[in-house]
Every structure is written in structure tokens, then in C-alpha cells.
């Protein structure tokens, strides 16, 4: 794979380091846990979005843009790196937010990746749950373009073929450091949500034949559905990278097993993983993507459903900043 063939603008703080996890291996008693530090990409607080947006704003950029629009939920992480990005390369930014949650808390409104998004320059436009999201950014790009702009539209998450090389890119750079570290990984662990991080990892393992699986932890979707979302997504990227047919069905794991109530709404098993990852390790995750994501990992080892002598990799897609917009329902 020859990445430096695509538009590329350096935003993230590579590579993250890769770290095993004593304390927490020790705990559990089974498999040695290692985790890939996606969390400290760098720009507006890192997070996974960010090595998605080194593609996604060259694009932009190279289309001529002056401002790019998102979409996401009100504590949408993507969207706060987003906001940064922008900011850093002179663009203006624009984000649409779905309300999906009822009864919002305060906090929730208005802390947490809120509060960074205004920081950055951005003021949010909520709309209410269920808005076919992609319909009100193609409106609002339309009404931008009569007042003369040249809107780009990120898709949410940043989830489409350019995004995802950020995750082509991801799996060539932690098997580099596996080489170097002389570690074998057994499995890839990580939250699933919009599919690009999924299809982008599976996709850039496969084209170099790593044989390393990845397993998807879901937030939101049912199990059938976040699978083909996955997979659509990994085939065309496979196709854009030039390396079609790369990836089989069979290659795309989710467990959706982990999701509660529905998406952004806690679960007592994140609740749990994220203080004990807190406590043994001093490493903060957050409540919608990592918490659960974590916490299906914790339930998968403590079942038995990994050897003991695997080595597991967790990627850490970041999030802690949604943390100060769940303040009541942490602690
Ligand atoms: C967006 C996000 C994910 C999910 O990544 P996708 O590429 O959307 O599947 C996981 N963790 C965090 C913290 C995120 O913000």
C-alpha cells in the first residue's frame, strides 16, 4: 500500500504509542492486554477522527473549500476534532447536531465536547432525533453555495473511502510496531460506531496479509447491520487504496452485545470498566464509544472467549472529553 498517492495533511501526533497494560493483564488473569494509544492523536484533545480528517481535509482543501460541514450527536467527539482542524487550517466549520438523546442533562448540552466546539469557533445547530441527518447537510451545503461558499461535507464520523485510509494507515503503523516490539497480536479490539475505523483497520490488515482479526465493539446498531455497514464501507476502500477484493465478509467481526439502552446511554458495564481502567491504569475512556467498547473486552476475557496466553490489542479511539458531558451519570 503507497498511502503518500492520496492527498494527505499531517494533523495527529504519529505513531501513538503502543503499551501494554500491567495492571489490568494482572487483574484479569488471562490474556496479556496491550493498548494503542489513539486516544493522544494530538489535535483538539485527539481521538480517532483525527488521522480520518489528515485525508478528509486535503480533500477538502484540494476541492477549493473555505468551509466544511459535519454532522453527529450533541457530544460528538468527531465533530470536536472536526471544529479543530478547521480551525487550524483556516477553514470555517459548520456542525449539524441530532438530539438523540431525551431529557438531556445540562451538561450534556453544554460541556463536555460542546463547550470545545465554541471554544474552536463553532456554534453548533441542533436538530431533533430521527432528522435524516445527510439530507439536512446536503440542504444546508445548497444554502451555502447560493450565499457564494464553498462548502465540503464530511459524512459523520468521517466514515467513507478517504476517511478510512486514516485507518489504512493505522493497521501499517501498529504491525510496524509489533515488528519492532517483537510482539504478536493475536486480536484487535475496538468500538465500532460509523465504520470507518473498522473498515479502514480490516481493510489496510488485510491488504498486507497480517492475519491479525479485528473485533468491532458496537454502540449503536444491531449486529447484522453494523457488519454490512462495515463491510460496504472496507470493500470500497479496498477498491480505493487499488486492492480490491482484499476483504471477505468473514473478515468483519461485530459484537453488539454491549450497546444497553441504545446509543450514548450508559451502561453499569461501561460504568464499571471505565473507573477500573481509570484506577489500575490511570487511563480515561468515555461513556458512548471506548467505555463500552472497554467493557465488552472486560466480559469477552472474563467469559473465557480469549486464550490465555493471546496477546490483545485495544484501540483506544479516545472520547474522554464527552466525559464532563455525563457528569451525573459517572459518579
Ligand atoms: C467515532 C468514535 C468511535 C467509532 O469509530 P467509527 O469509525 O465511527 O466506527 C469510537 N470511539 C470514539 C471515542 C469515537 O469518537
Redesign the pocket.
Known sequence: MHLAKFPRIKLAHLPTPLEFLPRLSAHLGGPDIYIKRDDCTGLGSG???TRKLEFLMADAIDQNADIVITQGAVQS??ARQTAAAAAKLGLECNLLFENRISDPTGDYLNSGNVLLDRIYGCEPMHYPAKTDMNAAMGEHAEKLRSQGKKPYVIPG?G?NPIGALGYVNCALELVHQANEQQLRIDHVVH????????AGLVTGLKAMNAGIPVLGIGVNAAQADQEQKVFDLAVQTADYIGAPGCVDRADVVANCDYVGDGYGIPTEGMKDALLLLARLEGILF?PV??GKGLAGLLDLVRQGQFSSDDNIVFLH???SMGLFGYLEEIL
Open positions: 481521538g480517532n477522527k467527539n468527531h464520523g466514515s468500538a465500532t460506531g460509523s465504520a470507518g475505523t473498522q468515555d464509544y471506548s479511539t479516545g472520547g
